[in-house]
């Protein structure tokens, strides 16, 4: 496996490029730490922004292109033209950004499939199915 990114240098997160390298998946941290306990060993790399209570998984670049969510889940694939704060890999607490599952020198992209299905298990299991709107019945005369 290569290095899947220019790896920051120093004690500082940088902004690098989602499209290139790899597109980061973001999810809101209450949904996020169930999908982290759901992948276990499986999960790749992951970034947690404790300022923006998220956590970004990294995956192949465009292998989560077409996924939709439900809108309340607010989860985003940030590809081309998107930017990732990244931190560098001795970072694993807090301040700041850090690793929620540690980088590796060869890199650890998570696999899209396996993402996609613990993420749309963790949003079913916290959201439910949202309810339909309905007009209540007409009163009649």
Aim: charge should be positive.
């Amino acid at each position: 496996m290569t290095v899947w990114w220019p790896l920051p240098k120093g004690l500082d997160a940088v902004l690098l490029p989602a499209g290139e390298w790899w597109d980061a998946v973001r999810v809101p941290a209450y949904l996020g730490e169930g999908v982290l306990a759901r992948l276990g060993t499986s999960s790749g790399a992951v970034i947690r922004d404790p300022y923006g209570s998220r956590l970004y998984w990294l995956v192949e670049p465009g292998s989560a292109r077409e996924w939709s969510f439900c809108e309340f889940a607010a989860v985003q694939v940030l590809g081309t033209a998107s930017w990732v704060t990244v931190p560098p890999c001795s970072r694993l607490h807090p301040p700041g950004p850090h690793w929620a599952v540690p980088c590796t020198p060869a890199g650890s992209l998570t696999p899209a499939a396996t993402l996609h299905a613990a993420l749309h298990t963790t949003i079913n299991q916290n959201l439910g199915p949202r309810p339909r709107h309905t007009l209540p019945p007409k009163e009649r005369h």
